[in-house]
């Protein structure tokens, strides 16, 4: 809405649902039209029949109602209902929030209703409708990086759906690992039989697109932009040319975990002790001519001093293989020692397979292999160290190591910084910590608890102590963002992403993962994923040339607005940012990339002279929010507790609670945040000044198995809200009265007990004293 | 049955506690043992067992040490003896092993191959006995047959135990299910025995004991 539009709010209540019996209807009426001053406001049975929209789009249409405040269900229902091509809704949540989980007719839930309503005539107040950020032309190029099974189907799959695509190879030939081996595991039906080997005519069929422009011999050294307008650098053989892309796949593929630290196992004593990628050669070429063949699965895997994840796909390899040999040569044997035998999907009909033809399966650790291939092992179903004699071929099964580095180049200036800090769950802080104690310099450790986690002097702490790269090599892209030239990844190199519920996105908006790169996959997952991925790409793109958010805010046009005059220059915007969205200008200002955010608010959060904010979400709206709920006076009994909850998982998983007719304390004033990273300091001192007695903040999971939306955002706040014990301290109230709490969006119960649990401890600690001041 | 058209195959020997060969050996050789291969080790079999305790190991245990190679251990259990055939195992394998018929064609295979010999074991005197009853009369004749099995251990003991049994006797003769008198017989005895040796030529010719 333009700042000059007089805003015309309308308050639309419905008494459908149970809302009718459980409160009165009336009195919010009353309150609507006379404390609160709305001028129209009008009740409905059910508002979301025909008839009850059609109340609302009639007084938006004679322009009498600008803003639509519906007292209703929840914002997560009938939006689609309530919408009217562009108008302002404002949902005041009467049904799951307050009828469905308060008993009806009482006082409480009563007043729990009206600050409702009060909380959305307040945020109709500050909120406007929010302008594109779209501006310029777009590119619909999508670059493909790596061409392997899954850089060659994700180049194949953007070329069907109409786009043009850059496929650019590191090496001299498209294919990567696939065309070193013999045959495949099943991926069709009755995945029981090893399968020919498609990648030739993958390759041809790429090939053969003229959509697709094959670079061989390329790497990216520069990637500039935002989606929809990168400006990549690729260079082939050493000539560089400037490309405009809209979106990347990230397919670099993976490598065989580095067989010579494995000496325990035998590797280099004897040339029959082969890792499965060497046997895969063997068998390309012809028939191993091995009778006795043992295969050591997790050979350098889940292993501390290793790989100390599970690769997935070895075990369905060492099938294959032993598949192999034993239907080439019927008196050949093969013996598969695990210690768990993965075999997910439709693996398990391969092992049966295997099974079938004779390979013998054995449980147990291996603890040596020595130079006359005798493997011992220790069997943990008869309790027994075992050793196999006889054995002419030893085979290890080793893992796989991402590719989320460029091991043929040299690493960037500030890389290995990035890489470590980037690391999730370790936060700079943590890392800082670490390396000093890993020196021995117990005093660093003192100075570097000081910085709180993201600020400049954390980071500047990090580089100080100049810590090796976690991982060899340069950048895949060399991105020229503030954040650094990596892609962030996981602690064992693995592309970071949520995990469960938006798999291929990055860190980094606009490119994409899929493949070994991500997570450890065989060449049919492979192909999956970059299906997958080019989807997730050209959603990107298009949502980029339309100014809207990606993921998880899908539509979003808002984005957050500096306010360069009061900024203070201090950076934690650029340096808390999860998606690397804001980089400064050469005076330190922050300059955004709309394109790049994702809108989640962790540098509105984060800005300590809060001059961050959107159109249609802003630290001045949600004060406005708190400060209008009624605070009743120490005398009657009737505490206040601000609940601040993640709109992603908090907010659905207390709806659920009223879904599932869980009762909670009705003591509770919600308000729904974008991510817990957005919620400022501000919020929780106007609160307890209001009177206010406790606040909770309620988001998502965070740390290595974190669930935040955001990636960073639960675990930045988590990192803020440490710090507001002390000053509570300084202000003689309780540290008890800020919580945090972590939730899923199945926790219906879960969050009306942690509710119910937190009223009664604010009444055991007493009534805020500055209720009344 | 184990596979006609493979040729003889010895049982493998190395000498050593372990052997990687025995296990291939069982799966081509004892009835039943094609299907070994697809056990996964779940405990089914010994958990349903109603005399798992009387065995040495359960036939879960068992089948492991088969695919870890223990020859002399396994043929010289005394699980396979110990079945009662109740088939409990049988039908509750999720993965389909006859349990019951390999325990059973390993007995015949630990006593051909002599480690288990009458002298030895209680369990291979107790089938002695029946065999030499089935072979003279076609039938199992609970007198001669009980005597015979109990006269292996020698007079003193055969006496002692005879005696011990001396109730169990006069019921079964008292509700009929014992009789005096000669042995009941089949008809054609000689055709059986014809029969058995039959069967135990070619038994012999296959595995080349």
């Given at each position: ?19 009718g ?93 009206a ?10 107040s ?16 999508i ?10 189907t ?15 190879e ?42 697709i ?47 010579t ?43 501390p ?47 049966r ?36 004699e006889g054995?002419?071929?030893?085979v ?92 962030p ?34 060449m ?66 922050p ?6 955010c994702?809108?989640?608010g ?62 909670y ?42 669930q ?24 003689m ?13 199945a ?27 | ?10 049982l ?12 291939r ?49 396994v ?85 002692k ?42 038994e ?6």
């Amino acid at each position: 809405m333009n700042e000059q539009m007089v805003r015309k709010p309308g308050v639309y209540l419905c008494k459908g649902c149970g809302i009718g019996e459980g409160v009165s209807v009336d009195a919010l009426e009353q309150l609507a039209t006379g404390d609160l001053k709305i001028q129209t406001c009008r009740q409905h049975d059910t508002l979301c029949s025909d008839e009850g929209v059609q109340v609302i789009a009639k007084d938006i249409a004679d322009g009498t109602v600008n803003q639509a405040i519906i007292g209703a269900c929840s914002s997560r229902v009938m939006s689609d209902r309530f919408n009217f091509n562009g108008t302002q809704v404002i949902r005041a949540n009467l049904r799951e929030q307050v009828v469905w989980s308060h008993p009806a007719g009482d006082e409480d839930t009563q007043m729990l209703a009206a600050d409702h309503l009060r909380m959305g005539v307040a945020q109709a107040s500050k909120t406007s409708a929010p302008g594109t950020a779209a501006e310029g032309d777009f590119s619909r190029t999508i670059l493909v990086v790596g061409g392997g099974t899954a850089g060659l189907t994700a180049a194949k799959e953007a070329a069907a759906t109409g786009h043009d695509v850059i496929l650019a190879e590191r090496s001299d030939k498209l294919g990567g690992w696939a065309t070193k081996f013999s045959k495949r595991m099943p991926h069709l039906p009755p995945y029981r039989d090893p399968q020919d080997n498609d990648i030739d005519a993958l390759i041809a069929a790429v090939e053969t697109t003229s959509a697709i422009t094959v670079m061989t011999d390329t790497i990216v050294t520069r990637t500039e932009g935002s989606p929809g307008k990168f400006a990549v650098t690729l260079s082939k053989g050493g000539t560089e040319q400037v490309e405009m892309i809209g979106a990347i796949v990230v397919a670099t593929g993976w490598r065989p975990y580095d067989a010579t630290k494995l000496g325990h196992l035998g590797y280099g004593a004897s040339p029959d002790v082969v890792t499965g990628v060497e046997l895969e050669a063997k068998l390309k070429a012809g028939p191993v001519g091995k009778k006795a063949v043992a295969f050591i699965q997790c050979a350098g895997s889940r292993d501390p001093d290793h790989l100390p994840y599970c690769s997935s796909v070895c075990c369905g390899v060492s099938i294959k293989q032993a598949l192999q040999i034993v239907e080439a040569d019927p008196d050949a044997m093969a013996y598969i020692i695990f210690d768990e035998l993965r075999t997910p999907g439709t693996a398990e009909e391969f092992y049966r397979q295997a099974q079938e033809a004779g390979v013998i399966f054995m449980k147990g650790k291996v603890s040596g292999v020595d130079a006359n291939l005798c493997v011992t092992y220790n069997d943990e179903l008869l309790g027994d160290d075992i050793p196999l004699e006889g054995l002419d071929m030893v085979v290890l099964a080793t893992g796989m190591v991402p590719n989320s580095t460029n091991i043929e180049i040299d690493a960037a200036p500030s890389g290995a910084d990035q890489l470590l800090n980037d690391i999730n769950p370790l936060s700079p802080f943590d890392r800082a910590i670490t390396a000093s104690v890993a020196a021995g310099d117990a005093d660093a450790v003192e100075v570097k608890k000081a910085p709180p986690t993201g600020s400049v002097a954390a980071v500047e702490a990090v580089e100080d102590t100049a810590i090796e790269a976690p991982f060899p090599g340069g950048p895949i892209l060399n991105l020229q963002y503030r954040q650094g030239p990596h892609l962030p990844v996981l602690a064992d190199g693995f592309a970071d992403s949520h995990y469960i519920c938006f798999p291929y996105e990055t860190r980094r908006t606009g490119i994409y993962t899929c493949g070994p790169v991500r997570r450890p996959m065989d060449m049919s997952e492979s192909a999956e994923d970059a299906t997958g991925a080019v989807l997730k790409a050209i959603q990107s793109l298009n949502n980029a040339s339309e100014g809207q958010s990606v993921h998880p805010r899908v539509g979003d046009l808002s984005f957050p607005k500096f306010g360069l005059d009061i900024c203070t220059k201090c950076r934690r915007c650029t340096v808390e940012c999860p998606f690397g969205a804001i980089d400064e200008d050469k005076n330190n200002f922050p300059i955004l990339n709309p394109s790049r955010c994702r809108r989640c608010g962790t540098c509105m959060g984060a800005c300590p002279v809060r001059t961050i904010n959107f159109d249609n979400y802003s630290v001045q709206m949600v004060s406005d929010m708190i400060g209008a709920c009624e605070i009743p006076d120490e005398f009657s009994g009737k505490p206040r507790i601000l609940v601040l909850a993640c709109e992603n998982d908090a907010y659905p998983a207390l709806d659920m609670a009223g879904i599932n007719r869980h009762e909670y304390s009705p003591y509770m004033r919600i308000i729904p945040v974008r991510c817990l990273g957005s919620v400022t300091t501000l919020w929780i001192s106007t609160a307890l000044e209001k009177g206010y007695d406790g606040v909770m903040l309620m988001g998502c999971k965070s740390g290595d198995d974190y669930q935040c939306h955001f990636v960073k955002g639960s675990g930045i706040a988590q990192e803020r809200m440490s710090k507001v014990g002390e000053t509570l301290k300084s202000l003689m109230l309780e540290e008890e009265r800020v919580v945090v709490e972590e939730v899923s969006i199945a926790d219906s119960k879960r969050v009306a007990e942690l509710l119910t649990r937190f009223s009664d401890k604010i009444t055991e600690i007493g009534f805020n004293p500055f209720k009344g001041f | 049955m184990p596979d006609s058209s493979s040729s003889v195959m010895p049982l493998p020997d190395n000498g050593n506690k372990y052997d990687l060969n025995f296990a291939r050996w069982v799966y081509k050789n004892v009835n039943g043992g094609d299907k070994l291969s697809m056990c996964m080790q779940c405990g089914m079999c010994s958990g349903s067992c109603p005399i798992g305790t009387e065995m040495d190991h359960g036939p879960r245990k068992l089948f492991m040490m088969i695919r870890a190679g223990m020859k002399d251990a396994v043929l010289s259990s005394n699980t396979m003896y110990n079945c009662t055939s109740c088939y409990r195992c049988v039908v509750r394998c999720p993965r389909g092993v006859p349990v019951t018929y390999i325990l059973q064609d390993l007995g015949r295979v630990a006593v051909q191959a002599g480690y288990a010999e009458a002298k030895k074991t209680d369990n291979a005197r107790f089938a002695k006995a029946f065999n030499w009853s089935t072979r003279a009369f076609g039938r199992t004749d609970e007198r001669l047959f009980t005597l015979k099995y109990y006269l292996s251990f020698g007079i003193v003991t055969a006496i002692k135990k005879a005696m011990a049994n001396m109730p169990i006797a006069l019921g079964l003769l008292k509700t009929k299910r014992m009789h005096f008198g000669a042995p009941h017989r089949i008809k054609g005895t000689k055709d059986l025995r014809a029969i058995l040796d039959k069967a135990r030529a070619i038994e012999k010719s296959k595995q080349g004991f």
